[in-house]
């Protein structure tokens, strides 16, 4: 997946609340964005979170 200027936009993202809850506890959260269709400007991705 190419951003532009290292900023990737993901909208439409359900199921939050944890990774609310881990960054209002000031854990570390990582997201990990994977292409379901790869190469696709403006295609659907998985998304997971792990949550320290």
């Known amino acids: 997946m190419q951003s532009r200027r290292?900023?990737?936009i993901a909208e439409n993202l359900t199921g939050l609340g944890p990774v609310l809850d881990?960054?209002?506890?000031?854990r570390p959260?990582?997201?990990?964005?994977?292409?379901l269709r790869p190469a696709a400007e403006g295609a659907p991705v998985r998304?997971?979170?792990?949550l320290g």
């Open 47 to 50: 998304t997971v979170a792990r």
């Open 6 to 8: 290292g900023v990737v």
């Open 22 to 26: 881990a960054q209002a506890a000031r």
């Open 29 to 35: 959260v990582e997201l990990s964005l994977f292409p």
